[in-house]
């Protein structure tokens, strides 16, 4: 019946799940001076990213002009853009 074909469908597609928790970048770990680049271009580009972030929430959290719809959204993307940074990025930094 249609019925039983769609239920065994969804059975096999909630028994067919995986979740990745954590990740590795090996090519960064063949000599010192590539670990020591990765590390300092990655931290910049982590300090970068909060400083920018972090100016975005101040500015539009301060200033009455800017509670508008648009930067409501983009306060929340910065948000977003931290909280994702901040999860792979130190990771990624550690991984040597």
Known sequence: SPLSAVLHAQRQT???SS??????????????QLQ???FWLFLAAY?????GNSLIITIIACDQHLHTP????????SFLDL???STTLPKSITNF
């Open 19 to 32: 979740a990745i928790t954590q990740f590795l970048l090996l090519a960064f770990t063949d000599t010192r």
């Open 14 to 16: 909630m028994a067919n």
């Open 47 to 51: 300090l970068a990213a909060l400083l």
């Open 83 to 85: 909280g994702s940074i």
């Open 70 to 77: 648009m930067y409501f959204f983009l306060l929340n993307l």
């Open 36 to 38: 020591l680049l990765h």
